[in-house]
Structures are given as C-alpha cells and as structure tokens.
C-alpha cells in the first residue's frame, strides 16, 4: 500500500503523486523499497519508481546510502544495465526513476520449467558480462547477481542487470561483520565475508550458468548455515555429472566460474564475455560439421546433391590429405608426407567410428520408429522396450527406469505457431500427464531416489526425411518434477531459430526413459520464413 509520502492524485487511476510523477500501480517490492509503475507528467513516458522505504528513510544515513547507490548506478549507461533516469529526494523520500521494461525476470522463466537452449545460455551469459563489465569499470561489484536480479527484456531480447542495492563503489561492505547477497548464489569470499573483487559477481554469474545447464544450483542445503559451510568448503559436482549432454566447452567453463578462489577463475567479466563467445562460434562449426556427416551418410536417393566440400590440407604443407591415385607414391616417398598419411589414416579412422556409432544410433531409432512415425502423424506411443534394464539381484538396490515403470506419464496438446521468422524465437508447448491409477503406479514413487526419471526431446525434421536434434537441450525431470496422480504439468521449449534454415519442418517431442527407450512421440507443423 502506498506510504503517506505520497500527494492526492489528480485522477481516480492514480494512487497518487510523487513530485512530478503520477504513481499507477505497485509492480514490485524490494527489501529496501517498493517498486511502482509511474508516469512522468513532464516527458510523457513510463517510468519504474523505485522508493525508499519509509522505515529505512527514516534515517539521514540509510538515505544517503540509497542516494549514492542510485547515483552509482546511473553512472553506468549500458544496454544491458537497468537505466536510471532520475535520482532525487521528495520530502525525505529517496527515489530513482528507472527504465520501465517489459518482459519477467529469469527466476520467472525458472520457475514455469521453461528449458533454454545452449545458444541462448550462451548469449545470456555474454549479455550479463557485457554489464558487468561496464560496472566493474566503475569499481562497483553488483554482489547480488541471480536470476531474480536478471531481467529478459521482451523488446529487445536483451538481458539487463537489475538491482544494484547491495553495490557500493570501492568495493566496502554494505555494513561491516554482515554477510551480504543472496545464499546459494553468494561466492565463497562473500560467505567467508571477505573483501571482494570482481571475481565474485563471476562465481554468482557461474550458479546462474549451472542453474539453467542442469535445471538445480550448485548447493541446495536446508539451512542458511550449512549452505554457507558447503560454498566454502564442498567441491561442486561438475556440470557434466548432473547433465552429461551439456556441451563439454561450456561444462569446463562454468566449472571454471565456481572455481573456490577467486584466481582461478576467468580474470575480469570482458575476459568471460570472449571465452562465451568463443564457445558458441565452435559449437556452431562442431554442429554444422555434424549435420553435414549424418546429412550425407543418409542422403536418400534423388536428393539435390550438396557443394563440394574442399579437400583439406595438411598442416604446414600444403598438401591435400588425399592425393590422386598417381600422386600417392610420390607423396609417400616424402618421410614428412609418411609422417601426415599416418596421421591422416587415424584421423580417418577415427572419423571412421564416429560415422559408424552415429549411424548405428539412427539405424536403432528407425528400427523403433513404425511406418506411421516416419511420416510423422500426429501423435504415437511406442511399445514398452522390452530389452531395457531390469532390476539386479541386489535386493537393496534401485530399481531400474524402464519404459513398463514409466508407462503412466504422457505428454499431450503438443503446439507450436505456424511460422516463425528465422532468428527468432519458436515457442513448442505441450503437456506432462501422470495417469497413474494409483499411488503405486505413480512413476515418481517408484523412482522416488533418481535425480532424473524422464526425459523430453525435441527434434527437426525436414523434408529430406532427417531428423536433426541439437538445437536445444533435452528437457529432464526429476521424481519432484512431475506432476501428481491424474493430473498435468505446461511444459515448454524456446528454440533459437537462427542456426536452422527456413523451411517447413515437423517438430518432433519423444518421451524417453534416461536410458533413451522411447515412451511416446509427439509431432507438429513449424515453418521457418525469412525474416
């Protein structure tokens, strides 16, 4: 409700005045203030006002701690920080007028379960660096970044820091012998309560990486105290252990972030911002290589034949790894062209292998698949594996996930927009069912010790025929995950459309064991236009 700092209002839809800015409506609170949707009467624009409260601004020292902060604040002009476009005082209330943004904060795209893809994570993480690198060359540490201080603009697609409440330039303490930040996503110098420097907002910005990898942070204690305990003392399971199809570049790199000192991990926010960059340009290649091996090895006959793909050439040499008939004995009879065919044949072989494994995996999924899934109809179940792993003879351990125990889950109502201009956003929604009869058939009982119990899938197939998964991350749940008996829980994917090129695909959800065995499949219609 709106504190007595506020003057009448001119009209019925406003709570009323603040100077010059007419207050609407509270859009959020704060542990220091309230957050409202104002307008400024003297520039015809929206406005977020934030307001101190009024118990804190009861003091002349919290006020100028406000103030200043506010003033720090403003001081950064960066596309992916918050604008300040105002800082004041009105009868002894501190205020900032801040950029209205349109869009929710991360921590609420969390919470609806909604998976973003690998490019995405990786373009998050570039924007918040790019902002926290306009504010540590300011000297200020935000000390606070988590996904509920990180806000998805929906205009522009862009990430903005939010909230510098508990940044002070200088790198002081808010308040000495006090912990300040958020538990689960503090650095351990923070709950060590040592001095900072930059390298902490790096270490939160790496929970927040690992949260959106894995779907969980690093430490999930009860207590605020053992959670402390275990920041600065336990390892952190890496990346790859929780989620093994996390990309391994971007696995290191997060590892890298939660790295217990400060020196061991990337050296400044600009540094980080690279490496990101960096990641996303060899995962792209590493993908588009892919498709190009599993494209031609299941090209299907009358397909428009690909371009040529140049030959290419031995390191420091020049000459082509392989040579015309006539030019082998030649080649040969060099002791360094010896040196690159031996090299060249592992190489080959090794290729080789790989080739053979990824089309051994097609081979196993098409021989699953029935005539009707192969031309993708509207939606399937698959007949329970009946070679999936059974329970050992160890009467104490788990019993194995199979397709038989999860036969109660369903996933419905798959939906998708019809066309989507390429670089934007494909929105694939669907439903998780659990029609379990009762609490004995519940898979999430059953299971109740497995950290993943199903897993969602979504892949892309063209009209050659080949299906093409990678575009964004399975979607895993846990036993906690799913919904209750007889009833569902909205699930959806955001796939970048960028790396896909324009087209009319059929967008294809299985429901899988963590073993892989198919439950059930589900598919759509998408096209992907120009933009």
């Given at each position: 409700?709106?504190?007595?700092?506020?003057?009448?209002?001119?009209?019925?839809?406003?709570?009323?005045?603040?100077?010059?800015?007419?207050?609407?409506?509270?859009?959020?609170?704060?542990?220091?203030?309230?957050?409202?949707?104002?307008?400024?009467?003297?520039?015809?624009?929206?406005?977020?006002?934030?307001?101190?409260?009024?118990?804190?601004?009861?003091?002349?020292?919290?006020?100028?701690?406000?103030?200043?902060?506010?003033?720090?604040?403003?001081?950064?002009?960066?596309?992916?920080?918050?604008?300040?476009?105002?800082?004041?005082?009105?009868?002894?209330?501190?205020?900032?007028?801040?950029?209205?943004?349109?869009?929710?904060?991360?921590?609420?795209?969390?919470?609806?379960?909604?998976?973003?893809?690998?490019?995405?994570?990786?373009?998050?993480?570039?924007?918040?660096?790019?902002?926290?690198?306009?504010?540590?060359?300011?000297?200020?540490?935000?000390?606070?970044?988590?996904?509920?201080?990180?806000?998805?603009?929906?205009?522009?697609?862009?990430?903005?820091?939010?909230?510098?409440?508990?940044?002070?330039?200088?790198?002081?303490?808010?308040?000495?012998?006090?912990?300040?930040?958020?538990?689960?996503?503090?650095?351990?110098?923070?709950?060590?309560?040592?001095?900072?420097?930059?390298?902490?907002?790096?270490?939160?910005?790496?929970?927040?990486?690992?949260?959106?990898?894995?779907?969980?942070i690093p430490c999930t204690n009860a207590s605020i105290a053992s959670m402390l305990i275990a920041i600065i003392t336990h390892p952190t399971p890496p990346v790859l252990t929780v989620q093994p199809e996390v990309p391994p570049l971007?696995?290191?790199?997060?590892?890298?972030?939660?790295?217990?000192?400060?020196?061991?991990?990337?050296?400044?926010?600009?540094?980080?911002?690279?490496?990101?960059?960096?990641?996303?340009?060899?995962?792209?290649?590493?993908?588009?290589?892919?498709?190009?091996?599993?494209?031609?090895?299941?090209?299907?006959?009358?397909?428009?034949?690909?371009?040529?793909?140049?030959?290419?050439?031995?390191?420091?040499?020049?000459?082509?790894?392989?040579?015309?008939?006539?030019?082998?004995?030649?080649?040969?009879?060099?002791?360094?062209?010896?040196?690159?065919?031996?090299?060249?044949?592992?190489?080959?072989?090794?290729?080789?292998?790989?080739?053979?494994?990824?089309?051994?995996?097609?081979?196993?999924?098409?021989?699953?698949?029935?005539?009707?899934?192969?031309?993708?109809?509207?939606?399937?179940?698959?007949?329970?594996?009946?070679?999936?792993?059974?329970?050992?003879?160890?009467?104490?351990?788990?019993?194995?996930?199979?397709?038989?125990?999860?036969?109660?889950?369903?996933?419905?109502?798959?939906?998708?927009?019809?066309?989507?201009?390429?670089?934007?956003?494909?929105?694939?929604?669907?439903?998780?069912?659990?029609?379990?009869?009762?609490?004995?058939?519940?898979?999430?009982?059953?299971?109740?010790?497995?950290?993943?119990?199903?897993?969602?899938?979504?892949?892309?197939?063209?009209?050659?025929?080949?299906?093409?998964?990678?575009?964004?991350?399975?979607?895993?749940?846990?036993?906690?995950?799913?919904?209750?008996?007889?009833?569902?829980?909205?699930?959806?994917?955001?796939?970048?459309?960028?790396?896909?090129?324009?087209?009319?695909?059929?967008?294809?959800?299985?429901?899988?064991?963590?073993?892989?065995?198919?439950?059930?499949?589900?598919?759509?219609?998408?096209?992907?236009?120009?933009?």
């Open positions: 409700m709106p504190g007595d700092f506020l003057e009448p209002g001119g009209h019925p839809e406003e709570l009323g005045r603040l100077g010059p800015y007419s207050v609407r409506k509270v859009i959020g609170t704060g542990g220091m203030g309230m957050v409202y949707l104002a307008e400024d009467l003297r520039l015809k624009r929206q406005v977020a006002l934030k307001v101190m409260n009024e118990r804190f601004a009861a003091t002349a020292n919290s006020r100028k701690r406000f103030l200043d902060e506010a003033r720090a604040m403003a001081a950064i002009d960066h596309d992916h920080v918050v604008r300040i476009f105002e800082v004041g005082e009105y009868h002894q209330t501190p205020f900032m007028a801040m950029e209205y943004l349109r869009g929710e904060t991360l921590e609420a795209l969390i919470r609806r379960g909604d998976q973003l893809d690998v490019p995405t994570i990786l373009r998050l993480g570039r924007h918040v660096c790019r902002g926290l690198a306009a504010a540590h060359s300011r000297g200020i540490i935000h000390r606070d970044i988590k996904p509920g201080n990180l806000w998805l603009d929906a205009n522009t697609n862009r990430t903005k820091i939010l909230d510098f409440g508990l940044a002070l330039a200088q790198g002081h303490l808010a308040s000495s012998g006090n912990v300040v930040g958020t538990p689960g996503y503090l650095s351990p110098e923070q709950a060590r309560n040592e001095p900072l420097d930059d390298r902490s907002d790096l270490y939160s910005l790496g929970v927040v990486l690992y949260e959106l990898c894995t779907g969980q971007l696995a290191e790199c997060v590892d890298q972030l939660l790295a217990k000192e400060p020196r061991d991990r990337p050296a400044s926010a600009t540094e980080l911002e690279q490496r990101l960059h960096e990641i996303g340009r060899a995962l792209e290649s590493e993908s588009q290589a892919a498709l190009q091996i599993v494209t031609a090895a299941t090209k299907p006959v009358g397909r428009a034949k690909s371009k040529p793909v140049p030959k290419p050439t031995a390191p420091d040499s020049g000459l082509p790894l392989q040579t015309e008939p006539g030019d082998r004995n030649a080649w040969l009879a060099n002791p360094k062209g010896l040196k690159l065919a031996a090299g060249g044949t592992l190489t080959g072989l090794a290729l080789l292998v790989v080739l053979m494994w990824m089309l051994r995996s097609d081979a196993e999924r098409e021989a699953a698949l029935s005539p009707s899934l192969r031309q993708a109809d509207p939606a399937r179940t698959i007949s329970p594996d009946s070679s999936s792993p059974t329970t050992s003879g160890d009467p104490q351990a788990k019993p194995k996930i199979t397709a038989d125990s999860l036969a109660a889950l369903r996933v419905e109502d798959l939906s998708a927009a019809d066309q989507v201009k390429q670089g934007e956003y494909a929105q694939i929604k669907f439903r998780l069912v659990n029609q379990a009869a009762n609490p004995q058939e519940n898979p999430a009982r059953l299971h109740a010790r497995e950290s993943v119990l199903a897993v969602c899938r979504l892949s892309f197939q063209g009209a050659d025929g080949v299906r093409h998964e990678g575009y964004v991350l399975p979607m895993r749940r846990s036993p906690r995950q799913i919904p209750a008996v007889g009833n569902s829980t909205p699930l959806e994917f955001q796939v970048a459309t960028e790396p896909i090129e324009v087209g009319q695909y059929t967008v294809i959800l299985t429901l899988e064991t963590p073993q892989r065995a198919i439950l059930q499949e589900l598919s759509t219609k998408l096209e992907i236009v120009n933009p």
